[in-house]
């Protein structure tokens, strides 16, 4: 396939999974600003007037980011599971897989289709933090890099999902069970500051601490963690995930008897 | 040139099953060739290696002298698969269904429009080129995993039952269609279970059975090797004394209808002149089934007797 073939294939990829997130736009896009809005009014505006400053910041002003980063993880990793498994389960995955567009493209344009997802819920979501709190940008360049790079780790995360799942189950129980948790023990809520020294070390195993963090220093300025150590921790995870990927799909896994 | 050229073939599922157990297959560019066989003798696995949806045990494919280990994606430009389960996206519109195929193969939108619009009224799909995919019926979901697979404009085309489960009508209307895409170049392998579907399209066959090719050869030869034929003689009056006939073992199945088996030798002639000297009318005959039909049943009996 010449270079121009491959564009085109990578191409239509992306107009799939836009079109395809745009036009169940009430599952995909509405809930997310629907369910921040509440964080923002419950533990924004209710409960966090009572608890006061956070890293010398108000805390509403200082869970934004992370509240922002969290639509922006879950809707990247969804936005991958639920279209390649879908794709699997009424087979029309076999479209791509008969047709000579390379398996790196195939990767690539469904990484693409959900960091525009994660994108696009993500700054939803900013413009509904601007109604609670007046958010100031110390950095651009950190903040755009930050956002598409957690996006992108995070639509690698969904499509290695998204091959081993067999049913509906499998492509919620790691959001569930692992996903969510993670993101409330990384630092979207609270400084690990607060945490005793002990939890403090457990926390920096926890990688959505590292996105988090680095998102919170592009937007306000501060961070629990050093920006290289978390950038170079992103970059870590997007490698070993896109080749572990890459290599799922070249073996047919999951998609080939 | 071969389109498809297949060398010692096979293939065992992780579970253990042997689905292929070495085929050897030919098909030339241009041919209209049917790949026949019972369910699970392995064609749709033969047809799943082709297409690189299943990963073979061992041997090798060429499609139009491209090997699909060397140089794949030449194989797969050449190639158009319409299989057996329906398995477009049901939420999209069928236009949309063809664009995006012809995207994964590279072709800008601009021209897959062109060339949709072309497949689609060659089709009967243009006034359902809106339509959301599952809204469709039975024949037009099978006519448009059609127009999906030759939107690339493939050199093979290869199709796993097209017309299961598709009124006889259409069945008929998409035997035109697929006769005048193979006189206008484009080689087809057929499988299905239409026995009569693969004699009136068919050059040349093979026949599947426990994953081995146990006949190759041209329909024309195929046919020839059928020695008996069984006829239904239906009778103007009520028989009841059957007198027995040792030239033609005869089997009365109801008071005015008569089987009776034609050795290729013989001549039906002989059969007519039997009746009429015995005063029975006939007012019909028919052979019984359709004649690869027969042949196929027996092929396969022999090759299950030879097994055992």
Aim: proline share 3%; glycine share 6%.
């Amino acid at each position: 396939m010449t270079a121009d073939k491959i564009f085109v294939a990578y191409q239509t990829i992306i107009i799939k999974e836009i079109t395809r997130f745009t036009r169940i736009w009430v599952q995909t896009i509405l809930p997310p600003a629907i369910s921040m809005t509440l964080y923002f009014v419950i533990f924004g505006s209710l409960i966090g007037s009572r608890i006061g400053k956070m890293q010398n910041l108000d805390y509403m002003e200082f869970i934004a980011p992370g509240i922002v980063m969290m639509s922006i993880i879950n809707n990247s990793y969804s936005n991958v599971v639920s279209s390649f498994f879908g794709a699997k389960l009424q087979g029309h995955i076999q479209e791509m897989l008969v047709a000579p567009v390379p398996n790196i493209i195939i990767l690539a344009g469904y990484v693409t289709g959900g960091v525009i997802r994660g994108l696009l819920v993500g700054l939803i979501v900013t413009i509904v933090a601007l109604f609670f709190t007046d958010l100031q940008v110390d950095n651009y360049l950190i903040v755009f890099t930050v956002v598409v790079l957690t996006s992108i780790l995070f639509s690698l995360g969904g499509m290695v999902n998204a091959v081993f799942a067999q049913k509906f189950d499998d492509i919620s129980i790691i959001p569930t069970f692992v996903l969510t948790p993670l993101i409330y023990l990384g630092g979207v809520f609270y400084s690990i500051d607060m945490l005793p020294e002990f939890w403090q070390s457990v926390s920096h195993f926890n990688p959505i601490l590292y996105m988090v963090n680095a998102f919170r220093y592009g937007m306000l300025g501060v961070s629990d963690i050093n920006i290289v150590h978390a950038f170079s921790i992103i970059l870590l995870f997007i490698a070993l995930l896109f080749c572990y990927s890459l290599y799922l799909l070249e073996k047919g896994i999951g998609l080939k008897s | 040139m071969n389109a498809l050229d297949i060398k010692q073939l096979k293939k065992t599922y992780s579970n253990g099953k042997t689905a292929l157990q070495g085929i050897d297959l030919q098909v030339k560019e241009g041919d209209f060739f049917a790949l026949l066989g019972p369910n699970g003798a392995g064609k749709s696995t033969t047809i799943g290696i082709i297409s690189s949806l299943v990963n073979k045990s061992a041997g090798e494919i060429s499609v139009f002298d491209y090997n699909i280990d060397t140089r794949l994606s030449m194989a797969k430009a050449c190639l158009g698969i319409v299989p057996q389960e329906i398995n477009f996206s049901l939420f999209e519109t069928t236009i949309e269904v063809v664009l995006n195929q012809a995207g994964y193969y590279g072709i800008p939108r601009k021209l897959a429009k062109i060339r949709a619009e072309k497949v689609f009224r060659e089709l009967d799909l243009w006034d359902r080129r809106n339509d959301i995919s599952r809204t469709l019926s039975g024949g037009f979901k099978r006519r448009l995993m059609i127009a999906r697979a030759l939107i690339h404009e493939p050199r093979l085309l290869i199709l796993d039952e097209p017309t299961a489960g598709v009124d006889v009508e259409l069945r008929r209307s998409m035997w035109d269609f697929l006769r005048q895409l193979n006189r206008s170049g484009t080689t087809i392998v057929l499988t299905t279970h239409y026995l009569e579907e693969a004699e009136s399209l068919c050059e040349n066959i093979a026949i599947i059975d426990n994953g081995q090719i146990i006949e190759h050869s041209s329909m024309k030869e195929l046919l020839g090797k059928l020695n008996v034929e069984t006829f239904i003689v239906e009778l103007e009056d009520e028989v009841t004394d059957l007198q027995e006939n040792k030239q033609y073992p005869l089997h009365q199945i109801s008071a005015n209808s008569i089987e009776v088996e034609v050795n290729k030798s013989q001549n039906i002639n002989e059969l007519i002149d039997y009746f009429s000297s015995n005063n029975i009318g006939v007012r019909s005959l028919r052979s019984k089934s359709n004649r690869l039909e027969e042949l196929f049943i027996r092929l396969l009996s022999n090759n299950n007797s030879e097994e055992h």
